[in-house]
């Protein structure tokens, strides 16, 4: 419920005048996509302004490697181990239906361009998200030293595109 929280701390700066601080909300995909997904639907309606950051490595990776609405279709995990039946739930579609103002995919293999993502997102007034995917190691069944190299390849394939959208206007 962190988009519940961020909310409630916006609003408090905004009646102590302080309107120069960012909010920055941090949550995984199981908290984004399924727990938090009415609070984040909220805050975005009421168009609260805090940067959403959702840290998607496609499963509850912390509690075993169990799917979550963010876990592709076929993906195996421990509570999927025949492959999952459902497809991954596409939030940014969701949020950008709801007409959030700023929305983007990054990904951990292209630091710079997360990091120009978070630059704009700071000059948002409104809500923003981020939606970052990065490899797990443990989950995914590759060696750690290999999460760039992996989360490139998700990009490059086409498998995470990385894109921005503006006031619904997509690049």
């Known amino acids: 419920n962190i988009a519940a929280y961020s909310s409630g701390i916006r609003v408090a700066l905004e009646v102590l005048g302080k309107k120069d601080v960012n ?9 984004t996509v399924d727990i938090g997904l009415q609070a984040l639907s ?13 840290y998607d490595n496609e499963a509850y ?3 075993g490697i169990q799917r979550s609405g963010a876990t592709p279709l076929g993906a195996w995990t421990t509570t ?7 497809g991954k739930k596409d939030i940014v579609g969701m949020l950008m239906a709801q007409g959030i103002p700023y ?14 993502k978070v630059e704009k997102a700071r000059t948002i007034e409104g809500p923003a998200y981020l ?9 995914w069944r590759f060696p750690a030293r290999e999460t760039i190299t992996i989360a490139r390849l998700a990009v ?16």
């Not at 929305?103 to 120009?116: E, H, M, P, Q, V």
Request: glycine share 12%; charged share 20%; hydrophobic share 40%.
């Open 61 to 63: 990776m912390n509690t």
């Open 42 to 54: 909220g805050a975005v309606e009421r168009a609260h302004r805090f940067i959403y950051v959702c």
């Open 131 to 139: 939606h970052v995917q990065t490899p797990c190691s443990t989950g």
């Open 23 to 31: 909010v920055v909300a941090f949550a995984g995909d199981g908290g």
């Open 103 to 116: 929305i983007a995919t990054a990904s951990a293999g292209y630091i710079d361009d997360f990091k120009r």
């Open 80 to 86: 999927t181990t025949a492959g999952k039946q459902e």
């Open 156 to 171: 490059e394939t086409g498998l995470w595109p990385l894109f921005e959208a503006v006031d619904g206007k997509v690049r």
